[in-house]
């Protein structure tokens, strides 16, 4: 259960339990959320999975990652200065070399997990110290009495009783805690007295909702998104009622700006403010946080944003669809890093590309300090492959990586004869 959308942050740890024991983590770095509008320099990014250690070298790796963000991490552009940044602009193989450099650190291959869901199991839960453990819904992380439901009044004589501790999740919610086999009837006692809601009963997309605080609280925020999404979700609730989908696993996420706070970028259905009562609608991301979405929509109103989740089908297999939706417009070094790689004939490498771009920007009277060139043909390359798929990215154990058609590839994933890397353009 990805339940700390693990994949969404600079550095993370993935537990591998074997025989009921915990005996190492698979490491993730490069994640992040946050981007700003018309900016293409900036973007969300899922995390890349490393490498596997055993559980004792946990705080060396972690300061090793942070050692290397600190030696090469951008330091003269702020909007640049995130660790995802630093990765896809040096490559993993250079960053395996040096947090083996700086610390002596040699990951071994990530082994094998699955995520088969995100977010919180609501209600109760034994772990295998016999304790048990409650979580309560909290819509929008917002604990409060309102319209006669008492659920701060609640949780404040729960916590005047209980012996265990109260944790906050990564998803809004609260847990009840460490509660002894004694103490659960009296705990379940004040959860039924206040009528609290199970969470499991509710639709699954109010089950996997997120916002943030955005406005009033927020200054960053462009439009509402605590205060709203609720009435958002009961709209939506009633088409996916019509189509047989209420219970059918569905993220939605919402956000007053693109800061990324409530993680917008990784749920099916996401929502990020671009003005009051306007958004830009997301769809399409992994339900179990591996996958960033895309947009669909611009400047949605209140009203607009709603009636577009009405095309929403599914497949025999159960698999949400939607109609296509309009791509990213290309830029001028999106159209040259095309024809490069469509020039050259094969799968191409990035300095290759680098140098080829450079050349005909010059050219065309496009004139860049190198550094930002290689900044803005990098990102253009991330927008190719994971926005638009336009391109796709090759396996290459020599540092940076290489570029290909897609067309260039066989129907189980692997370049065809005669596309392959090929050194210089």
């Not at 537990?15 to 320099?41: D, H, K, P, R, W």
């Not at 490559?91 to 995100?118: C, H, N, V, W």
């Not at 599914?314 to 791509?327: A, C, F, L, M």
Request: hydrophobic letters at 35%; charged letters at 25%.
């Amino acid at each position: 259960r990805n339940d700390s959308d693990v994949l969404s942050n600079d550095l993370g740890f993935i537990a591998i339990v074997e025989n009921g024991q915990l005996t190492g983590y698979n490491v993730t770095v490069g994640g992040g959320m946050a981007y700003s509008f018309g900016n293409e320099l900036t973007y969300p990014r899922v995390a890349d999975v490393v490498g596997y250690f055993t559980k004792e070298k946990i705080v060396e790796v972690a300061e090793a990652v942070l050692i290397f963000q600190r030696d090469h991490g951008n330091r003269s552009e702020r909007k640049n200065a995130r660790l995802k940044y630093t990765i896809d602009r040096l490559g993993l193989d250079f960053f395996r070399s040096e947090i083996k450099r700086t610390k002596g650190i040699l990951l071994e291959p990530a082994q094998k997990y699955d995520f088969d869901s995100m977010g919180d199991k609501y209600g109760w839960i034994q772990s295998g110290d016999g304790l048990w453990h409650y979580t309560l819904f909290v819509e929008g992380g917002k604990l409060i009495d309102r319209n006669g439901y008492l659920a701060k009044t609640a949780l404040r004589e729960i916590a005047k009783v209980h012996h265990g501790t109260l944790i906050l999740t990564g998803n809004q919610n609260v847990v009840i805690a460490q509660v002894t086999a004694e103490q659960k009837p009296l705990i379940d006692k004040l959860l039924n007295k206040y009528k609290m809601i199970d969470g499991g009963r509710l639709s699954s997309l109010r089950q996997n909702s997120v916002a943030c605080a955005a406005l009033p609280y927020c200054g960053l925020a462009f439009a509402e998104a605590e205060r709203y999404l609720p009435t958002l979700i009961n709209r939506i609730d009633k088409v996916l009622e019509a189509n047989g989908l209420l219970q059918t696993p569905i993220s939605i996420r919402m956000t007053g700006c693109p800061n990324g706070c409530g993680r917008p970028f990784l749920a099916e259905i996401g929502l990020v403010g671009r003005g009051p009562g306007l958004y830009n609608l997301y769809l399409g991301a992994g339900f179990v946080g591996n996958r960033v979405n895309k947009l669909y929509k611009e400047m949605l109103s209140e009203d607009n944003s709603s009636a577009e989740v009405e095309p929403f089908d599914t497949t025999q297999d159960g698999n949400i669809v939607t109609k296509s939706r309009k791509p990213y417009p290309l830029s001028r070094y999106d159209q040259i890093i095309m024809q490069c790689i469509e020039d050259n004939g094969r799968a191409t490498l990035s300095k290759d590309i680098f140098e080829k771009v450079k050349e005909k920007t010059i050219e065309e009277g496009i004139f860049e300090s190198e550094e930002k060139a290689k900044s803005k043909i990098n990102q253009c390359l991330v927008k190719l492959t994971n926005r638009r798929g336009d391109i796709k990215k090759v396996n290459h154990r020599g540092r940076g990586f290489a570029y290909a058609l897609p067309e260039w590839f066989d129907e189980r994933g692997k370049i065809i004869k005669g596309r392959g890397i090929k050194l210089g353009l």
